[in-house]
């Protein structure tokens, strides 16, 4: 009974590998590489988020403040042109603040706070608009700003050249591996691809305070933006011959 069990499981894969045309052996000769092709670009979009945190004896009071100072802050970021839509609220939270003393749990007051996140487009190494934000900012106290991030609006065309740079370096890398194996280089049989925005962001977090605010002796704020670097990266799997 095994004997003839054994003898149907190699004319089964006898008659398998006659249909394909293919033994098994050949059907195993395969490389899996990867590939990665990385393009920069300069950015044209910058972000930023920001924190208006105000603490009061009531949630009224607290709320009054941190509204006059979102509006002046909405008014400085409308008057260097940023869009509406490009404006949101992120968050908005009224909590009560307490202290210890003596091991006992004391209110301090009401705190409110408001996050804004802002996307100015349009930046390039001549735009001014950005810098003097960052300036106006500077003249409003107790507002904390978080990290400015660069990037870019449209990344299509640079996407299109890191994903063809990435497949010609997987075909190379391939190529190499089979001549020095002494075989030829097939088609490839599986491809996988994996892309990423790869940038690092200006790291600007700070709490913003009265004292910093603009003279006609103080120096402007630069903020060079660099280059972002489109990445993409594939997996390919080819035959060998």
């Known amino acids: 009974m095994r004997k003839t069990i054994f003898i149907l499981i190699i004319a089964s894969l ?13 059907q195993s000769r395969t490389i899996a590489v990867q590939g990665t092709g990385r393009v920069t670009v300069a950015p044209d979009i910058a ?3 920001i924190t208006v945190s105000e603490l009061a004896e009531t949630t009224s009071e607290a709320q009054q403040l941190t509204n006059r100072k979102v509006a002046v ?6 008057e260097a042109g940023v869009a509406d839509s490009d404006i949101r609220t992120t968050a908005l939270s009224f909590s009560p603040e307490y202290t210890w003393k003596e091991n006992e749990r004391i209110l301090v007051g009401q705190r409110v706070q408001q996050s804004l996140y802002v996307i100015i487009r349009g930046i390039d190494g001549k735009s001014t608009t950005l810098p003097h934000l960052m300036d106006s900012f500077g003249t409003v106290s107790g507002i904390t ?7 870019k609006d449209d990344t299509t065309v640079e996407y299109e050249a890191s994903r063809k740079l990435a497949m010609e370096k997987a075909i190379q890398k391939a190529s190499d591996y089979a001549l020095a194996a002494g075989m030829q ?9 994996y892309s990423s925005n790869d940038y690092q962001p200006l790291n600007r977090s700070s709490a913003m305070k009265a004292d910093v605010m603009m003279m006609e002796s103080a120096v402007s704020t630069e903020l060079p933006s660099g280059e972002i670097t489109i990445s993409s990266s594939v997996s390919v799997v080819f035959e060998l011959q």
Not at 145 to 151: D, L, R
Not at 185 to 193: A, C, E, H, M
């Open 145 to 151: 700003m978080g990290a400015v991030q660069f990037s």
């Open 47 to 49: 972000s930023l988020s």
């Open 73 to 78: 802050l909405l008014e400085m970021i409308r």
């Open 185 to 193: 280089l097939g088609k490839p049989l599986t491809v996988s691809d």
């Open 14 to 26: 006898v008659f398998f590998g006659g249909c394909t045309g293919t033994s098994l052996i050949e």
